[in-house]
């Protein structure tokens, strides 16, 4: 989805913060006025940039009165307590789905952060936790984390919409604690075409509170963060940062990300991906990703599909994208799933 | 009771961030603690077993102060972290 307000220039100078070739000359010219310090705060909470936002005003790479200055650090302070509670929760639920003996991944923010945010680890804040569960392990990954408390914050459509059709579940723990677990990098015409088994051929890990934690591959990251960025949450600039950040600063392969997308015929999302990041980070940076994006040939079909996404259209307009991907046999189920969900009591 | 003989070192399961002039540190089971001024470089010292003294002197020499002028700050500091269980000591 994409936030249709203009973007802030301020907001855009933070979040381009620390990537290399990018001019920061020009931010001697970006200010935060009184007037707009109050939104610029709430988009930059709501994107999760207020570590970008503060270090930059404190540098003064960004100008804005003391008191705009000190709000944005107390958000950026109160959104790192948040980081560390949800590293917290992701180390308590990973215990929990390796005891079940369940396939998994961490994915988005805390893996991103540890593995391709460097020197700005604590700039990339979060406040969820994001985890890819291999699909055979769904039922039992779902069954072990409902055992210890654990809800679904929205039941199933209909019983195995989720397995075949379905993004994942978002659950709920003690405090709120909001864990989204993934079965696909979204839902639609995108998501069916995905071959998730894929992505656990291959991890990266890393180490939280002396657990090792399996995670996405670098490529595989690149491909979930222009999914997010494209298909995913109503995100102006963060998710951008995240695909140039794994491009220009992890330097990750992302040729072996092009072949798995055109292996499931979403290199579209891909392509997509890459050329929004630059835009909507106004990059002037050279990179063979950037200009195979942009060149890259997207299909009608395809295209269309995006535009339901990126024009902010309801669950079941994105949904309905997917139909044309199925296989004809399995067409009338998914109908009935979006037109007259059923759901289970066990789910509720 | 802490001494400058005391060795310490912060406990390896724990999650943290550090920004400039703040500190967050949570356990496993989610307790957090914050901390602020001097925290962050007190922390990163204590990532491997240290004596007090020597952690005293080298942050006297960072921010070019007397030991003594600092060493009840520190002492104290790090009795929270005793206190809140973030850290290992060997008395």
Redesign the interface.
Known sequence: MTDPRPIPAALRTAARRGLPGVDLVEASTVAISDDNAGDILARARFDRLT?FL?SAL?DGTIEATDATITAATDA??AS??D???M???A??TARLLDDAGVRWRLTKGAALAHLDYGNQ??ERTFGDVDVIVHPDDWPTSLAALSEAGLHRTAPELRPGYDRRFGKGATLVGA?DHELDLHLRFAIGRFGVRARMEDVFERADEIE????VIPVLSAPDRLLHACHHLVLGGFSALRAARDVAQLLLVSEVTWEATVETARGWRVDAVVARGIAQAWERLELDVEHPAHRWAVGHAVSRADARAISVFTDNRSFRHQALTAVPALPWHEVPAYLRALAAPKRTAADT | MLTDDSIVNRRSDLLWRAAPGHLVVATVDGDVHQAHGAAPEIWNRIARPVPIGELVEALAASYELDAEQIRTDVIGFLGGLVAAGLLEVDA
């Open positions: 570590g503060a404190a950026w302070h790192l307590a980081a560390v509670i590293e917290a929760f180390v308590r680890l604590a405090h939280l509170a002396a657990h």
